[in-house]
């Protein structure tokens, strides 16, 4: 390559470079543990199968105006629930001065309550496993899938609804009593949610854990296969995952550079100690001059004065048949905290396809990403993906420049495509949202940079998830997925 690699010494002191360190060697025994990895995958498929035919929940779409304990506000129209809680669906005007699009309005879900998405870890016989959740979310289009331990809004959790409490809800209240792997607060979709956060929260456990029923101890290796399966690891156990404290020092461990396989170069990635294209400084400065630099306005309006959008009996569209709708469905669930409910849900228009190009700058592995401006991220700017679209919002003839590489990789040979699987989104405010998740390599390196773009390694990757807001939930996501890949050859 024409520019080298330089070697970025960590901020961390003796005892955070050791404590890291051995938790970093931990989940890379976690994610090695193979050997009963096809054993422990039989006996998971014959847990899940029961778990689906137990977690069954009816799901009918109904008139918004057959929404039980909401009301479509009188003046603006917006929808919200009677108790105040939960959470409201707004309309938004933006404004970005020079964008593309400079201006629009749109509705979107205000919940500024912050929920809990943790996952309680245990170690047996010297592997991590971390207790999992089969969940059904009303949004899911197959019903159960892969769920935190914990994953509840404040409202539900505070039980405004009445109903049953959240198991293993008092560890992540009271982390400071055991070991916390991760504690961080990450946003959620910055399209649809008005500056929606959650704590993405790892406790580690020594003692022993009643595992209650539609709850299961696996192991990161095991994890790390099911993301492979569509739909079934949901979206808010991905966010998690992608916040464990993977990079450390030493973490290319037996790997060297005569390594040459895809894992190698994941394992040097996550190493603190070898050398990147760009500092970490840089890629923070980066980022804050994104920030500085992105002029966007927001202000909420009434839902029912929306230009561009109406309301019809059964959802509220654009008049282009794009983008996404407000509708309402009806749930029967007799496994969850309340037994019946309805709500109002977002129901987006297609697929979208969400994608980090790679590549092997001396052997070591960089993903191409870039800044994102959304109305509903709260600090307007966050690091995403190399592409993030649903193709059927643009022409395809002509693409903004953020979608330069769409093409490249919707074209990409099969050889190259190293992560294709499609997977949900939040299920639980969004009705069937899908996105396709792919990491394709080139061999392309620093001649793809341009002010929109740069290259950084997961270990930059991991230092900037130890903070909030600085990568959004589709990056995350895939970073749990390019993970994965670690034991490849």
């Known amino acids: 390559m024409a520019k080298t690699l330089r070697n970025l010494a960590p901020t961390l002191g003796p005892s955070g470079r050791h404590d890291g360190a051995r938790t970093a060697a931990r989940l890379a025994g976690s994610a090695w543990c193979g050997d009963g990895v096809v054993t422990a995958t039989a006996e998971f498929r014959r847990w899940y199968a029961e778990r689906e035919s137990i977690d069954v929940a009816e799901v009918q779409r109904i008139p918004l105006s057959s929404l039980e304990g909401w009301e479509t506000l009188p003046g603006s129209g917006n929808i919200a629930h009677r108790s105040g809680r939960f959470f409201t669906v707004e309309g938004l005007e933006v404004r970005s001065p020079g964008a593309p699009v400079p201006a629009w309005q749109q509705p979107i879900i205000n919940q500024p309550e912050i929920g809990i998405l943790g996952i309680l870890a245990r170690e047996f016989d010297g592997v991590l496993h971390f207790l999992m959740q089969a969940k059904n979310e009303p949004g899911n289009c197959n019903g159960v899938q892969l769920s935190p331990t914990v994953q509840a809004t404040r409202s539900n959790y505070t039980r405004v609804h009445g109903g049953n409490s959240v198991p293993y809800l008092e560890y992540f209240q009271a982390a400071s009593r055991h070991r916390v792997q991760v504690d961080v607060l990450q946003s959620e979709q910055g399209s649809w949610f008005f500056r929606k956060r959650n704590r993405n929260i790892v406790v580690e456990v020594e003692e022993d854990v009643e595992v209650l029923d539609g709850f299961r101890w696996l192991t990161l290796g095991q994890l790390h296969g099911l993301l492979a399966i569509d739909d079934l690891v949901n979206m808010d156990a991905r966010t998690v995952l992608a916040c464990l ?157 953020r979608l330069r590489f769409l093409p490249a990789v919707r074209e990409a040979a099969p050889e190259r495509v190293l992560f294709d699987t499609t997977l949900s989104e939040e299920g639980g405010r969004f009705f069937h949202a899908r996105n396709r998740y ?52």
């Open 438 to 489: 792919m990491v394709v390599e080139t061999d392309a390196g620093p001649e793809l940079e341009d002010p929109l773009f740069r290259w950084v390694t997961l270990h930059q990757v991991a230092g900037l998830l130890r903070h909030a807001h600085y990568l959004n939930i589709e990056a995350r996501s895939l970073i749990a997925c390019l993970h994965s890949l670690i034991g490849r050859s």
């Open 245 to 401: 404290p993977f990079a450390g020092p030493g973490q290319a461990g037996a790997s060297s550079a005569a390594d040459d396989g895809l894992g190698g170069a994941i394992r040097r990635s996550c190493d603190e100690e070898v050398g990147s294209l760009h500092t970490l400084g840089e890629v923070q400065s980066w980022i804050t001059e994104a920030r500085a630099g992105a002029e966007l306005r927001t202000a909420t309006l009434p839902l029912g004065e929306l230009k561009g959008w109406s309301r019809s009996e059964y959802a509220i569209s654009h008049e282009d048949g794009l983008y996404f709708d407000i509708m309402a469905v009806e749930v029967k669930a007799g496994s969850r905290e309340v037994s019946r409910w309805t709500q109002p849900m977002i129901e987006p228009r297609g697929t979208g396809i969400v994608a980090f190009l790679v590549t092997r700058i001396d052997g070591v592995l960089h993903v191409l990403v870039q800044p994102y401006v959304r109305p509903g991220h709260p600090d307007a700017v966050e690091l995403g993906p190399t592409v993030q679209c649903t193709p059927g919002n643009y022409a395809q003839d002509a693409l903004p420049a």
